[in-house]
């Protein structure tokens, strides 16, 4: 069984930057696909960002391209979700999700992913 593990989030203002951290434990996070998604107040979860299980391949969600960065440290078993030039818009529930493939196909649905953590959240003042 793998339990997937975010934290990270926090209170910052507009403008400023938070680094989300996402970590497997049980096995390593090596061949895993990983994604951020987030849930808003009221709203239905969406995808943010996707890094393969190499880490060579991402990709994200028009929202917070250019302002977040995903990556992967697979010595350290972390992938982690900087994000920069924070909006108000951002604030919400961001959630780690992985799946065990090898594809670099960006998966960005829910029900393609089937570890999940318990979220962490980020709110962002104005």
């Known amino acids: 069984q793998v339990e997937v593990v975010e934290s990270g989030g926090g209170l910052v203002q507009a403008g400023g930057s938070l680094r989300l951290s996402c970590t497997a434990s049980?096995?390593?996070?090596?061949?895993?696909?990983t994604a951020w998604f987030r849930q808003a107040p009221g709203e239905e979860r969406e995808f943010v960002a996707h890094?393969?299980?190499?880490?060579?391949?991402?990709h994200y969600a028009d929202s917070v391209k250019g302002r977040f960065t995903i990556s992967r440290d697979i010595a350290k078993n972390m992938v982690y979700l900087q994000m920069n030039n924070l909006k108000p818009e951002d604030t919400a529930v961001y959630y780690c999700?992985?799946?065990?493939?090898?594809?670099?196909?960006?998966?960005?649905?829910?029900?393609?992913?089937?570890?999940w953590g318990q979220g962490t959240r980020v709110t962002v003042s104005s």
């Open positions: 890094i393969s299980w190499s880490g060579a391949s991402t």
């Open positions: 999700a992985a799946r065990l493939t090898y594809t670099v196909v960006a998966g960005t649905e829910e029900y393609e992913y089937d570890y």
């Open positions: 049980g096995r390593s996070f090596s061949r895993f696909a």
